[in-house]
């Protein structure tokens, strides 16, 4: 190919950018449409996918349509599928078709959502939007803020450092902070990203029910002053990821006050069960937390990658993230447009409001609140079904869309051991099938089958389905126990 036949603009034609963008739409709408008969679980090993899809760099051009086709039959079908009814592990992605289309929007129109010069409409849309969650939640929008982020782990991360800032100022060094045992991963993470020590992060153990026990961190933070420390935050969860366990958040509230701690909430998974029937009584002191985590790409039903945080005061993310480069001087603008930048660590930012407000402007707060209640409901009726059972055992009851529960037949005399190496193998026996994606967890040292409810398009015959196949695999290895 000759230098000038190279499309040097990047440019296609009218007619060309109509016909690629409606044949995408076209893949989206049949994903959307029939992704419930599809196996949900992708399966592959790094050398599978090297043969599948390792090639050099391409130099010279390829016809748009022809990549298309290839991502779409080689790329995408390698992915499970997190929106599927049958996709209970982790926290499933059910996502929605309104604001897979918005983020279309953002991305089509490039929008840079940092700061107000350069998209006053991205930049009011987000206050709009996080003055509606700040409601929601009890924050008050008078001098509440927060930001969208990248996820849970990133607002975690951002909350934590505006904590240290504000309770440890530039010295940390004798710092504590404290968590439950069954607090997410992501916050350790954030932890030590920030500086922290082991030394300096204490795990509170819980109790039967997972949530964390008042007394041992009342303990903690006593020993820790004798010993000359300076403790200065505390990580509740409300909706554990392992459980859906909310701790006691009001108790939680009045010792960070007496003892003033930093009371950070991480509802990344939970929080949105406020919008539930009792959810308020669930989720009872949350409205007393300094900072809080919540995921709207998790049970708010927007695509990835949508966290946020949210605190009781503004000026707090601006006072610690805030810098006056030379070259941003003349779009300051004044306090009352926000510059997102300035809330959070990402410059760059994406137009992620857009997606939260078309879908709950399009569908209502009130199809999102019967979602969720039926998902909890869901949970329960799941739990039910279980205890009528003689072959599962529950291990958590449904709390919050969460079920954890294992297979041990009353009628057998098996060891802890052989019980958990029974329920691993049922856990990879149906994820091999494809059929549905179901994975274990640990809990109180041992085995168990996990499911996370929170797709509104699951319903009690999937999970049906997915318990008697389990069933069938279970009774297959019990029949072999001396390969157990």
């Given at each position: ?22 044949t995408i739409i076209d893949h ?243 929080g949105a069960a406020i919008l ?209």
């Amino acid at each position: 190919m000759k230098k000038d036949d190279l499309n040097a603009k990047l440019e296609l034609s009218k007619e060309d950018m109509k016909q690629y963008g409606y044949t995408i739409i076209d893949h989206i709408v049949a994903h959307f449409e029939t992704q419930d008969t599809k196996k949900p679980v992708a399966i592959a090993t790094r050398e599978e996918m090297d043969s599948l899809l390792t090639e050099s760099i391409p130099n010279q051009p390829t016809p748009a349509n022809e990549v298309l086709e290839f991502v779409m039959e080689q790329v995408i079908p390698q992915s499970t599928i997190v929106s599927h009814p049958k996709s209970y592990s982790f926290v499933p992605g059910p996502s929605n078709y309104i604001s897979a289309m918005a983020d279309t929007i953002a991305t089509g129109f490039n929008i840079f959502s940092g700061g107000w010069a350069a998209s006053p409409g991205a930049a009011e849309l987000e206050i709009l939007t996080m003055n509606w969650l700040l409601d929601i939640f009890g924050f008050g929008t008078k001098l509440g803020g927060g930001i969208f982020t990248s996820g849970g782990s990133m607002a975690n991360l951002t909350a934590l450092v505006t904590a240290r800032r504000i309770k440890c100022g530039d010295d940390f060094s004798k710092a504590v902070i404290y968590l439950s045992d069954q607090a997410h991963s992501s916050n350790i993470k954030a932890i030590k990203v920030i500086g922290f020590k082991k030394s300096q992060i204490r795990i509170i153990p819980t109790d039967l029910e997972f949530k964390i026990s008042l007394n041992k961190l009342k303990n903690a933070i006593a020993k820790d002053r004798l010993q000359g420390l300076e403790p200065f935050c505390m990580i509740a969860s409300a909706g554990t990821t392992n459980t859906g366990t909310v701790d006691p958040l009001d108790e939680i509230a009045k010792i960070c006050k007496d003892e003033n701690l930093w009371f950070h909430i991480d509802g990344a998974y939970g929080g949105a069960a406020i919008l539930a029937n009792n959810g308020k009584e669930i989720l009872k002191g949350i409205e007393k937390a300094d900072s809080l985590t919540v995921d709207p790409h998790k049970w708010f039903f927007q695509p990835y990658e949508m966290g946020c945080l949210l605190v009781k005061n503004h000026n707090w993310l601006s006072g610690t993230f805030s810098e006056k480069p030379e070259y941003l001087r003349d779009v300051e603008g004044n306090e009352s447009e926000i510059n997102f930048y300035d809330h959070g660590i990402q410059l760059t930012r994406r137009f992620r409001a857009l997606k939260f407000y078309m879908s709950l402007k399009t569908f209502g707060l009130d199809s999102f609140k019967k979602a969720i209640q039926y998902n909890i409901e869901l949970a329960e009726q799941t739990e039910d079904i279980l205890r009528k059972s003689p072959k599962w055992e529950i291990i958590s009851p449904a709390t919050l869309a969460v079920i954890n529960y294992r297979y041990h037949p009353i009628d057998q005399k098996l060891s802890e051991k052989e019980i958990d190496i029974i329920n691993q193998k049922i856990s990879e026996k149906i994820i091999n099938s494809g059929e549905a994606l179901l994975v274990t967890t640990v809990l109180l040292g041992q085995v168990v089958l996990r499911m996370c409810l929170i797709n509104p398009r699951t319903t009690i015959q999937h999970i049906k389905e997915t318990i008697t196949q389990c069933e069938v695999f279970g009774d297959e290895i019990l029949s072999q126990k001396s390969d157990i």
